[in-house]
């Protein structure tokens, strides 16, 4: 069986993945967190899931590429240096970096492209997340992937369209940008909502997620997936297939 690596084993997602390897037909290779030594775990693993912090990223992914272990990252906040990373690192090693493992998620991302590409811009998208209210980043990554996947769709890049922040007299929605909203509390999962709002009409396509197991299910299916290909940067709709 594949011997799946976690870095960032003690925290929520961490303990989430710990709990459901046994039920998709992996094992355990062990664990870290901080202060732990990537390049151990690596040697055990046959594929590494690493739900840690941003700030880890450089180090866990330079223990990956000296074991030659693919590895699956599902931190979120990540920075354009971080995705450089990423990328150096698919040239040795299969990587795949997603803002979101829900296979669910995934699918919805594919709808919103496919709906902002039929859609003209004088349809105007929202995206209003809510999560935990623990979560350090905002707009969530999984806001972000569903932004770019707005974009993709309108044949722009996000950072053209995105609009973050609405505080005080910001003045009227400029045609074709893409808002966000982030709301934190309680112990949300993650709740994702993106509004198409036309001209005396609505489109809304959403997603709940009622527990971090969805997520872990997730996770280790993609990263099941992952052993063993070639070195690459990989996308969870590889996964899915869509």
Do not use: C
């Amino acid at each position: 069986m594949t011997a799946i690596g976690i870095i960032g084993s003690a925290g929520r997602m961490g303990q989430a993945l710990a709990a459901a390897v046994p039920d998709l037909g992996a094992t355990l290779a062990g664990g870290i967190d901080a202060g732990g030594d990537p390049a151990t775990l690596a040697h055990e693993a046959d594929v590494l899931i690493d739900f840690s912090a941003p700030s880890a990223l450089e180090r866990n992914l330079a223990a990956a590429r000296l074991t030659g272990t693919p590895i699956l990252i599902g931190t979120t906040g990540l920075s354009p240096t971080h995705h450089a990373l990423v990328d150096a690192a698919a040239s040795e090693i299969a990587v795949l970096q997603t803002g979101n493992v829900s296979l669910g998620v995934t699918l919805l991302a594919k709808l919103v492209r496919e709906a902002a590409a039929r859609l003209g811009p004088d349809w105007d998208i929202e995206i209003v997340e809510m999560h935990h209210r623990h979560k350090v980043d905002a707009p969530s990554g999984t806001a972000l992937l569903l932004g770019e996947a707005a974009a993709a769709g309108r044949g722009a890049p996000l950072a053209e369209l995105r609009v973050s922040d609405r505080a005080g007299l910001v003045g009227a929605r400029s045609e074709g940008t893409i808002g966000f909203a982030s709301l934190r509390g309680g112990s949300v999962a993650g709740d994702h909502l993106v509004v198409f709002a036309g001209e005396g009409e609505r489109i809304e396509l959403g997603h709940r997620a009622e527990n971090r197991a969805i997520f872990a299910r997730g996770a280790i299916t993609a990263a099941l997936w992952l052993a063993g290909k070639p070195a690459g940067r990989y996308a969870m709709e590889e996964v899915v297939g869509v």
